[in-house]
């Protein structure tokens, strides 16, 4: 199946600075990610919806200028958490899929895990 | 209420048992996926599935449109099976909505 590679796994970082996460589909063009967010025990909830070459569209309640997306390419998105506070600490996990639809299943990154301290 | 619910939320198994996760949604949807999460995070797609019923080793996932569910079955069970197995929903714009998950034991 298709490879979605996200980076870093892990990552621990001060308040009031700034985490970017790089999300790359490795063997297919992806015209949109998807940037899903998991706090513990709880399901994964969509942050937002990226499309090459444009804006981002991001859920309710998710704000646009703290997570900034950026989807310059058919294979990279990157999801840049700014100003990062503890509350922001989370799993954050990206999916992939092919002609604005995911078709046969879906591809999804390994996931990271930001503490935020 | 959520839209898309799974049963149990946890189960713990024998080794060899056969498991079956249940999952019933409330809204018009184009495919259903099932999903295993490891303890990782790591997130593995098993099924897509938009009708009838579809077969990998020994997991088969059944879909009945009419009344809204979706199983997954586990035969033989091992404990390397042991995740969080998650149903998800395509809506419109390919939009995922996803179950809480059912965190499934199984022991040797």
């Known amino acids: 199946g298709a490879v979605v590679s996200q980076h870093p796994s892990w990552v621990i970082c001060k308040s009031g600075t700034s985490v970017k996460i790089e999300c790359r589909s490795l063997d297919f063009q992806a015209t949109t990610m998807f940037w899903y967010r998991q706090f513990p025990k709880q399901s994964l909830m969509l942050m937002a919806t990226s499309n090459e070459g444009s804006k981002a569209t991001y859920e309710q309640g998710v704000e646009k200028d703290k997570f900034l997306i950026n989807h310059a390419s058919l294979t990279l998105s990157t999801l840049t958490v700014t100003s990062a506070h503890p509350e922001d600490s989370s799993f954050y996990i990206c999916?992939?899929?092919?002609?604005?639809?995911?078709?046969?299943?879906?591809?999804f990154g390994q996931g990271t895990r930001l503490t935020v301290v | 209420k959520n839209e898309v619910e799974q049963s149990p939320q946890n189960l713990t198994a024998q080794e060899g048992e056969f498991i079956t996760i249940n999952c019933s949604y409330s809204?018009?949807?184009?495919?259903l996926h099932w999903l295993q999460q490891h303890p990782g995070g790591g997130i593995v797609s098993l099924f897509m599935?938009?009708?009838g019923k579809k077969k990998h080793g020994r997991l088969i996932a059944t879909i009945n449109i009419q009344e809204k569910h979706s199983s997954l079955h586990i035969t033989a069970s091992h404990p390397r099976d042991s995740a969080v197995y998650i149903c998800?929903?395509?809506?419109?714009?390919?939009?995922?909505?996803f179950g809480e998950g059912t965190q499934l034991t199984v022991n040797p």
């Open positions: 809204v018009g949807i184009s495919a």
């Open positions: 999916s992939a899929a092919s002609g604005g639809s995911i078709t046969t299943e879906a591809f």
């Open positions: 998800a929903v395509e809506t419109s714009g390919s939009r995922l909505t």
């Open positions: 599935l938009s009708s």
